[in-house]
């Protein structure tokens, strides 16, 4: 097992290497000059010569990536263009930030959706099942960002029961996490009902029922725990998709998250900051993928390697 | 894996999962007495005026730094720091300052943190146009200071008023360097309590504050990028004050009675340009065929909902008072005539670029002109740009139409005139390198002395110059629209695009 870690992690560190490339080279050629960005109405030749000299632009590609590398091994990803803060603070205020919605919505989407899920397999083709699968393809359906300004303009503007905006209390995260729970919500619900169904059809369900056992430790124990596996490898695999419609809930919702952090950089060419945030989420896919290779590890003995 | 130790596993992971999503104690900011909360559309970058980065952060800088001289709401000169000046030749003013203000960090204010300020402005590259015509700064005494000028500046006063120029205490900037970028330390009405990036900017009454009381205990600012958003909030009751209200809301929110809707006038022009060093839009009669076949009225009325104003001309008419007569007029036959008299009776295609979200509707803006065009034969295609890319692109030359807009933050034409037409011009899009306009606007920046009505009517002929000869075309005249709660009283929005509260109070 400890030897699989260490793979798992010789494997993350390659790829955050090459990540750090592609970031590079992409911010390299991608059109828009910082220093014209950062001039404005002032960037005369000169003053832009300067600026590119101040901000290390001027060197040639691989003494910058040099630089940038030697730094990153110290764990320090630069100052941001715009206001000299450190890059690391900057993401991880935004990675904390994230953390709590997306966590939160997370947590939302699967104890609800393996709920749901469960239900609709036990009582698979009745009506409940049927009702709901409706639902559930109305869900996956409608866009997040759509939801999100409906939600606002029904909880914050007509009844005024919530903020509409910004992080404060926990109130505050009611509705953005409801919104954001709904991109996950619909795929949990189906991959739970799908393997719940696969997982009755066994054999050693029939021998716990033989035994005696209640259908509520039945359903709730041997199913579940045996769903949870293939459940768990699917929202692994799409935590990427999540994380881009995270992106657009913090939009609507002005949660000062990661996302809109990357987007503001982007538009304003914060390189330091976009290449920081790219080795950032490439880091968390890895950590994500660990972590869900781990806990399938613990769920199933079947899938540890000896 | 035992089964106690699987159980440990996952419950360690839950705890862990809920200990993420469990917000921090963080203080629920809600309307108190005394407390304006107001809607932005994008954080504050940097709190160092001098180096300013975006028409936001300007927005908030009066409030916590100040300039020896400002515009009111007219437009009109009136004293800041300084309570008096006077001209000293034709290269210098010599400032009285006011005495007994403080910075916020108790530091005094007086003749020598004002020639520190003016250097660093000078050297600064984004205030290099304004104050870059500053030669040295003598300190007279505690509280007289002369600036000189390298050369003779009818615009140097104006400059002054530009909200870059707040002066931040020396003190600070020796204490923090760079860092004054996020502490900033001024002599306004306001100063910093809190700023979390991209969530709250917190501000309190300065209690030493010299001039009038503030009525409002803290403002509190949060950026919200999403105009629907912004607009909820305002609706929902959790903002006091928003900016930039999308004109197809207004008479929604004017029939809301618990809101109000602030609209004032703006510093600002959009424009249809032509880049005059294209091949084939050096031909005069064919810009003048385009400009004849734009129905800005209609544009006006259909697109930004009657809710911007007509422009007189190039320079805002609170800038420059014009009877805009010298605007070319909608005349689709006309138009046809002068295409045919050009060469081009059976049409001809241009690009038309457009950036996205940067000016009021620049992109419905742009499909509208694009109709209208179409109907004279000229066929433009659109290309819409993310907004640095787009400068980059200008800067280079590449375009035949394009839209931009530009403010004349100091109040005077020459501001904005030189930056966009003069042959060195910070902006040179249009590419004009015309002998005749350098020397108009040169003249005018030497006329010291001179009574401002005689500058404005060589400001005039400059003007008339480039729309005879349809190098910009003016779409709009940028109204301000603010959107307010009807508890705030006394708000309104200032003509230089930042935030003036004085004299606001919350109910």
Redesign the interface.
């Known amino acids: 097992m400890a030897s699989r870690f260490a793979e798992s992690l010789v494997q993350g560190l390659v790829f955050t290497l090459v990540l750090s490339l592609i970031a590079f080279l992409t911010m390299a050629v991608a ?3 910082p220093a ?9 030749p000169e ?1 832009v010569r ?2 590119r000299a101040e901000l290390g632009l001027d060197l040639p590609l691989w003494k910058q990536y040099a630089a940038f590398l030697l730094r990153l091994a110290q764990g320090d990803l630069g100052r941001s263009y ?4 450190p890059v690391t603070n ?1 993401l991880i ?1 935004g990675l904390v930030s994230s ?2 919605l997306a ?2 919505a ?2 939302v989407a699967v104890v609800v959706g393996v709920s749901i899920g469960l239900v609709s397999a036990y009582f698979r083709n009745s009506w409940f099942d049927l009702t709901l699968r409706i639902v559930v393809l109305m869900a996956i359906s409608v866009p997040v960002f759509w939801l999100g ?1 409906m939600a ?2 029904l909880f ?2 007509q009844l ?1 029961w919530l ?8 109130e ?2 009611i509705l953005p996490v409801l919104c954001l729970s709904s991109a996950a919500l619909g795929i949990v619900i189906r991959i739970t009902r799908s393997e719940a169904l696969e997982v009755m059809k066994r054999e050693f369900i029939t021998a716990a029922r033989a035994k005696g056992l209640s259908e509520i430790v039945v359903v709730c124990k041997h199913v579940l725990k045996n769903a949870l596996v293939g459940l768990i490898t699917v929202v692994g695999l799409q935590f990427g998709l999540f994380m881009s419609y995270a992106v657009v809930v913090e ?4 949660w ?1 998250g990661l996302g ?2 990357l987007i ?1 950089a982007v ?3 914060d390189f330091p900051v976009i290449r920081g945030g790219i080795i950032l989420t490439g880091a968390a896919f890895v950590i994500i993928s660990v972590a869900t290779d781990r ?1 399938c590890a ?1 769920l199933d ?1 079947r899938t540890r390697t000896a | 894996m035992t089964n106690v130790r699987r159980g440990r596993v996952i419950a360690l992971s839950v705890a862990f999962a809920v200990a993420c999503i469990l917000p921090g104690a963080r203080d629920r900011v809600e309307a108190a007495s005394g407390e304006l909360r107001i809607g932005l559309t994008q954080d504050v970058s940097t709190w160092d005026p001098h180096n300013y980065l975006s028409a936001v952060d300007n927005y908030v800088y009066p409030l916590v730094y100040e300039r020896l001289v400002h515009l009111d709401r007219d437009l009109k000169m009136v004293p800041g720091l300084a309570s008096e000046w006077e001209a000293v030749g034709d290269r210098a003013l010599r400032f009285k300052l006011r005495t007994g203000i403080r910075f916020h960090d108790g530091s005094p204010f007086d003749a020598q943190a004002v020639k520190t300020n003016f250097e660093r402005l000078a050297a600064a590259p984004r205030a290099r146009a304004y104050y870059g015509a500053v030669d040295r700064v003598e300190v007279n005494d505690p509280y007289t200071v002369t600036v000189f000028t390298k050369q003779p500046s009818a615009t140097f006063l104006a400059n002054l008023t530009w909200v870059v120029g707040g002066i931040i205490s020396p003190t600070a900037l020796q204490q923090y360097g760079k860092d004054i970028a996020q502490k900033p330390v001024g002599t306004g009405p306001y100063r910093l309590k809190e700023h979390v990036q991209r969530d709250r900017i917190v501000l309190e009454s300065n209690p030493h504050y010299w001039g009038r009381p503030s009525r409002l205990a803290r403002v509190t600012i949060r950026p919200i990028a999403e105009e629907a958003t912004r607009t909820a909030a305002l609706e929902g009751g959790n903002l006091d004050v928003i900016m930039d209200v999308s004109p197809h809301r207004i008479q929604e929110l004017e029939r809301n009675p618990n809101l109000r809707i602030a609209a004032g006038r703006s510093v600002r022009n959009v424009y249809l340009g032509f880049q005059i060093g294209d091949e084939t839009l050096k031909n005069v009669k064919l810009r003048q065929a385009i400009a004849h076949a734009i129905d800005r009225d209609a544009i006006l009325r259909h697109v930004l909902e009657g809710r911007q104003t007509t422009p007189v001309g190039i320079v805002p008419s609170i800038v420059l008072e014009s009877r805009g007569d010298a605007l070319l007029k909608y005349d689709p036959d006309r138009a046809r005539g002068l295409l045919a008299e050009a060469g081009y009776s059976r049409g001809l295609d241009l690009a038309f670029w457009t950036p996205s979200g940067r000016y009021l509707k620049d992109r419905e803006i742009a499909e509208a002109l694009q109709a209208q065009l179409a109907r004279i034969g000229v066929r433009v295609q659109i290309k819409v740009w993310e907004w640095a890319p787009y400068m980059a692109a200008l800067r280079r030359r590449e375009q035949q139409l394009f839209i931009f807009g530009f403010n004349y933050p100091s109040g005077d034409p020459d501001a904005g005139l030189r930056n966009l037409f003069h042959s060195k011009g910070g902006f040179p899009f249009f590419n004009v390198n015309d002998r005749h306009v350098d020397e108009l606007l040169d003249k005018g920046q030497g006329l010291v002395g001179v009574p401002r009505a005689e500058r404005m009517k060589l400001y005039e002929e400059v003007q008339r110059l480039l729309l005879s000869s349809a190098i910009a075309v003016p779409m709009y005249e940028k109204r301000n629209l603010f959107g307010t709660s009807a508890k705030v009283k006394g708000f309104a929005p200032h003509p230089l695009e930042y935030l003036d509260l004085t004299g606001v109070s919350v109910e």
Do not use: C, W
């Open positions: 059109p828009g000059d014209e960005m950062l001039l404005g109405q002032d960037a005369t003053g300067a600026m715009e206001n000299r803060r900057i205020e953390s709590q966590g939160g997370l947590l300004l606002i303009y914050a503007v005024r903020p509409s905006f910004g992080r404060g209390g926990a505050h995260l939009t609507i919702f002005a000062p809109t952090t503001k538009f304003s060419r806990l613990v003995p």
